[in-house]
């Protein structure tokens, strides 16, 4: 089956540092979101790529879809401590008959230092 | 505009009960999924319906798991005989239609085992 590997697992930065995670795929997605799970809730949607090569800003966050369409990565510019939580990617086809499974990456806790 | 709503937040069963799962979609949208999350791990994905309809349930164990989206009322996850390792948080995500189209999160049911 499909495999997302996210690094890093943790992160703990000082308030004001800029951050930088990826994932990589063992196959092809046509489309990669990243979410934000605060403790005790539910993912919600940061950012969506629909293209290779995409790069999209959302506030501090950019997120960029890799021309192989094998990985993507998110930056956090100027951290505060609200970026606290776990990120994930997730990797989805946008063709074939399981075109809505999302594949999920392990996550990455980011930790900040005010 | 309510999100996902999921019930019970946390449920705590012991070896051998029922656990049942409650998720009621975003307003407008016909289309469920139910994704496992295993402590320290990303989200997995178990089942998809739509109304009255299983599409596709390859992700969820062929016994003692069960799910449903009734014409009225929630979709139900439900978990006969639960074990230990059935302890997880359980997400469900609704969207407005197949594949691409965004899938929104609840804020999960926490199922502990004892």
């Known amino acids: 089956g499909q495999q997302l590997n996210q690094s890093p697992q943790s992160m703990f930065i000082q308030e004001g540092e800029d951050v930088s995670m990826n994932c990589t795929s063992s196959?092809?997605?046509?489309?990669w979101l990243w979410y934000k799970q605060d403790p005790g809730e539910g993912p919600v949607l940061l950012i969506a790529?629909?293209?290779?090569?995409e790069l999209t800003s959302n506030g501090r966050l950019t997120a960029q879809f890799g021309i192989t369409r094998k990985d993507s990565f998110l930056n956090i510019s100027a951290s505060i401590p609200s970026d606290v939580g776990i990120y994930f990617c997730?990797?989805?086809?946008?063709?074939?008959?399981?075109?809505?499974?999302?594949?999920f990456g392990k996550g990455t806790l980011l930790t900040v230092n005010p | 505009n309510a999100g996902v709503m999921q019930n019970p937040r946390h449920l705590v069963r012991r070896r051998g009960q029922e656990a049942r799962l409650r998720c009621s979609p975003m307003?407008?949208?016909?289309?469920v999924y139910w994704y496992r999350q295993l402590p320290e791990e990303g989200l997995k994905f178990m089942v998809y319906?739509?109304?009255?309809?299983?599409?596709?349930e390859s992700g969820m164990p062929k016994e003692r798991f069960s799910a449903e989206f009734p014409k009225e009322g929630p979709s139900i996850l439900r978990i006969q005989q639960v074990v230990r390792g059935d302890s997880a948080a359980y997400f469900c995500?609704?969207?407005?239609?197949?594949?691409?189209?965004?899938?929104?999160f609840g804020p999960g049911t926490r199922l502990l085992v004892l």
């Open positions: 995500a609704s969207s407005i239609s197949q594949g691409k189209e965004t899938q929104y």
């Open positions: 196959s092809i997605f046509n489309t």
């Open positions: 790529l629909y293209k290779a090569g």
């Open positions: 997730a990797g989805q086809l946008s063709s074939g008959g399981s075109n809505y499974k999302l594949t």
């Open positions: 307003k407008g949208h016909s289309h």
């Open positions: 319906l739509q109304k009255e309809n299983i599409i596709d």
